[in-house]
């Protein structure tokens, strides 16, 4: 059974930062292509970062380019997300993703390439 778990959220003040995780039990991590999704209350799930399986490749939603960073490690299966300069407009529940990719450069950038997906951890940011 593939689990995605994520860590670091929490209460922030605006400007703060956070370092999110994500470890996923997946025999071959280095196949799968990850993302960084948000869904704040009332909104629909939006991608927040995405990277290839080498991590050369990486894209970011414009409203946290600058801000947001996203990484992974390989040998640790793990996914990184490090949140700067955090506004009250980034509270939302996060969640990572997982995509297989056949390609080592692929990037996915929609909600339905990814097949698997953790339970979230909640980042919220007051002001």
């Known amino acids: 059974q593939v689990r995605l778990v994520e860590s670091g959220g929490g209460l922030v003040q605006a400007g703060g930062s956070l370092s999110l995780s994500c470890v996923a039990s997946?025999?071959?991590?280095?196949?799968?292509?990850m993302g960084w999704f948000r869904q704040a209350p009332g909104k629909e799930r939006e991608i927040v970062a995405a990277i290839s399986r080498s991590g050369g490749n990486t894209i970011y939603a414009n409203s946290v380019k600058g801000r947001f960073t996203i990484s992974r490690d390989n040998a640790k299966n793990t996914v990184y997300l490090q949140i700067n300069s955090l506004k009250p407009e980034d509270t939302a529940d996060y969640y990572c993703a997982a995509s297989f990719a056949a390609f080592q450069t692929a990037v996915r950038g929609t909600e339905g390439d990814y097949l698997y997906w953790g339970q979230g951890t909640q980042v919220t940011v007051s002001s």
């Open positions: 997946l025999h071959t991590f280095d196949l799968y292509a």
